[in-house]
Nanobody, 120 residues
């Protein structure tokens, strides 16, 4: 079974920075895309950032120019560098791996999440 383990969540002051890591049990090259989702209190889960095998990235508008997603294929780790953190960034962040089969069906895998709290 695919295993995704997040780390790096912490309590951070507004304007601060934090880097999240997602370690995969297998090769992340086997996935079509990796990404980070988050769920804030009272909110629905949303896609924060995603990156394809080829390195193409996508971000939700609220984090553009502040967050950067990257991947280390050799180490099977996906990162989310978060800068200029705001109160509204407070959420549980989940690592996601997406694989599209030859039948064009999508299979999603999830980590258990890591909590990021932005507070003064």
């Amino acid at each position: 079974q695919v295993q995704l383990v997040e780390s790096g969540g912490d309590l951070v002051q507004p304007g601060g920075s934090l880097t999240l890591s997602c370690a995969a049990s297998g090769s992340i090259f086997s996935f079509n895309a990796m990404g980070w989702y988050r769920q804030a209190p009272g909110k629905e889960r949303e896609l924060v950032a995603a990156i394809t095998r080829g390195g193409i990235t996508n971000y939700v508008d609220s984090v553009k120019d502040r967050f950067t997603i990257s991947q280390n294929m050799a180490k099977n780790i996906v990162y989310l560098q978060m800068n200029s953190l705001k109160f509204e960034d407070t959420a549980v962040y989940y690592c996601n791996a997406k694989r599209i089969s030859s039948e064009r069906l999508t299979q999603d895998y999830w980590g258990k999440g890591t909590l990021v709290t932005v507070s003064s």
